[in-house]
């Protein structure tokens, strides 16, 4: 064999062996995008139904595509459906979750990251198996004794038990934030004078902003998705969340999937963003640090 | 860490700062899990009033209802195939994830999509989209000639139940996937490109080397999907309701139907302990594999 011979060989090896791994990213490629389209598929669905003039909706079968399409429908499903109501409602339940469930969580956080106390472990505990447990399998104890403390269809009686089930993971990821702030900036600020809780308001409390961003975040979307608990406690319409309502509408208004794809899309896409802004601490909060 | 800020403080101390979680946890997690079981030994009436005291009747009166025998049969099908095919799929899902690719960022917010959105819109989707005649997939599978015409796949027990499987892996799957992705991005690139250059080929390599390193997340997955599949009651309740009847109920659902539509709620107790127990269960077993103690202390 030639010198230029081995070269050529060298060449053609070479090239292919390129052709082949773009050929090979080019499959990955189209793997992944159709891969993903498949999980989007259903809400993608919605959109072009929830675009559809009224029609349009009646047709059987349904046409894959809207005729017309109605950018109106996603003002008017106000005026359809008591679409406003329930937004009010899940607002009000979701923002006050997230307001008490910080107030509450955070100092336990901090405690529990700072501080080796004789309750730790049993508390620590304690937090683990709430992660674990669902308000689904206590339900007929949460209903009796919201039923005696008078908290049936109540905002506060949701709230409170939403707060409940979510501090697990609120301290968790809470105290893994205050964990990562080097010790000696308070040990500095201690020296100088300043009381316990002066350090942690003044030093500890603004460098945790991102977790507890991170926190609040995560609670508010629990709560704004939360179902079960809504469904069985709150009777009235006046006190049902978006998740209830809809879940109710579907009997009543069968032919309006317009709105009710409509109302859902405004219910989910701002979930969808705020989830995916704190997508990277969520696998270590909901394994309780096991991963990550 | 070697110097804690403040010296181990007393119990009394301690209490402003975990004193309201730890209450909000007693009042709100603990003690409905104590009026469950007592309630599960409580003779109640119809308005919800204890009239003394029942032993194991409720108990009996579950046992002897015919639609429970159906009811936990499907649950453990339920909960072993979602699981087992949610773990199976979230393999090959995290690993196409973690991959490097024009449209990764795509996949990966796609995947997020049905994790992030409340699972009574998703189901209502696939309500619709299941419709014997509004519902696009049907028409998509007379389109492609799979079927011949239209059926109606929620109205009969075990096209429903199927569906009710396919939706619940496909709700699952993002939590998985995401925990098997975190475990990837744990493992050192060296390592994995080490398994390829040893000519140990990829499959090979996988299961030598990457599947060993990424297993504590794969049972971490495993055991906290177990737990949100077998408590799982939005989609099983907005698509079927359990029914046709009972038909498609899991314990869950059909503790639901029990307590709230047939008003029994001590035999729907009864229900609920039992399926405490085998939370329960789960929960020991997270608490094994998480090594929460020694995890804490770095």
């Known amino acids: 064999m030639t010198i230029t011979n081995i070269n050529k060989s060298r060449k053609k090896s070479k090239t292919s062996s390129t052709r082949r791994s773009r050929k090979k990213s080019v499959t990955l490629s189209l793997t992944g995008i159709f891969v993903g389209f498949l999980f989007i598929f259903p809400y993608v669905t919605m959109l072009s139904t ?6 349009d909706i009646t047709d059987i079968p349904p046409s894959y595509l809207p005729n017309s399409y109605e950018w109106f429908n996603f003002i008017n499903v106000f005026k359809e ?3 406003g109501m329930y937004m009010r409602n899940t607002l009000i339940i979701s923002i006050a979750t997230m307001i008490i469930g910080i107030i509450v969580a955070v100092p336990a956080a901090y405690y529990v990251a700072r501080n ?10 304690l937090v683990l198996i709430t992660q674990m447990f669902s308000p689904t399998s206590l339900l007929i104890g949460i209903y009796r004794e919201l039923s005696a403390l008078n908290m049936i269809n109540t905002y506060q009686g949701l709230i409170l038990v939403n ?38 308001r003044k030093i500890s409390l603004p460098l945790a902003v991102p977790g507890i961003v991170t926190t609040a975040i995560f609670t508010f979307i ?32 069968e032919i309006k999937w317009n709105y009710l794809f409509a109302g859902s899309l405004i219910a989910i896409i701002p979930i969808i963003i705020l989830f995916i802004t704190i997508e990277k601490y969520l696998v270590g909060g909901l394994t309780a640090g096991s991963v990550k | ?18 004193g309201p979680a730890s209450l909000l946890i007693f009042i709100f997690v603990l003690w409905p899990v104590v009026e469950l079981f007592l309630v599960s030994f409580r003779e109640i009436s119809i308005s919800g009033l204890i009239k003394g005291w029942a032993g194991f009747e409720n108990y009996r009166a579950l046992l002897d209802n015919d639609d429970l025998g159906g009811t936990l049969k499907r649950t453990a099908i339920w909960l072993v195939v979602v699981v087992a095919l949610t773990m199976a799929l979230s393999l090959p899902l995290a690993q196409l994830m973690n991959a490097n690719f024009r449209g990764r960022r795509f996949l990966r917010y796609s995947v997020i999509v049905p994790w992030a959105a409340s699972l009574v819109i998703t189901a209502t989707s696939w309500k619709w989209l299941l419709d014997p005649y509004y519902g696009l997939v049907t028409r998509i599978l007379v389109d492609l000639r799979i079927v011949e015409e239209s059926f109606d796949v929620l109205g009969d027990p075990r096209s429903a139940f199927v569906a009710l499987l396919a939706v619940g892996i496909t709700v699952s799957l993002p939590f998985t996937s995401y925990v098997l992705l975190a475990g990837l991005q744990s493992i050192p690139n060296e390592i994995k490109e080490a398994s390829l250059v040893d000519g140990a080929g990829a499959w090979k390599g996988y299961w030598a080397i990457t599947f060993p390193l990424l297993r504590p997340a794969f049972l971490v997955a495993a055991v906290i999907n177990s737990v949100y599949v077998f408590n799982s009651f939005p989609i099983i309740w907005v698509m079927t309701r359990g029914g046709p009847a009972y038909e498609t109920d899991t314990t869950t ?5 029990v307590a709230f539509r047939d008003q029994d709620i001590g035999q729907s107790a009864s229900l609920a302990v039992g399926n405490f127990f085998v939370i329960l269960i789960f929960i020991l077993l997270f608490l094994k594999l998480s090594k929460w103690k020694e995890l804490d202390q770095r």
Request: hydrophobic letters at 45%; a positive charge; glycine letters at 4%.
């Open chain 2, 1 to 18: 860490m070697s110097t804690k800020v403040f010296k181990k403080g007393s119990s009394f101390r301690s209490l402003p700062w975990i």
């Open chain 1, 163 to 200: 707060v409940s089930f979510n501090l697990a993971f609120s301290v968790w990821i809470l105290s893994s934030f205050f964990k990562t702030i080097p010790v000696e900036i308070e040990e500095a600020a201690y020296i100088d004078g300043a009381s316990r809780f002066q350090t942690f």
């Open chain 1, 222 to 253: 629990a709560a704004w998705n939360e179902y079960v608990v809504a469904y069985t406690l709150a009777s009235s319409p006046e006190k049902q969340p978006f998740s209830v309502g809809l879940s109710l509408l579907i009997g009543y208004y």
């Open chain 1, 81 to 83: 459906l008591p679409f």
């Open chain 2, 253 to 257: 659902t059909f503790a639901y139907k």
């Open chain 1, 50 to 55: 929830a675009l559809k003039p009224k029609s």
């Open chain 1, 116 to 125: 080796n106390f004789r309750l730790r472990m049993p508390f620590l505990l």
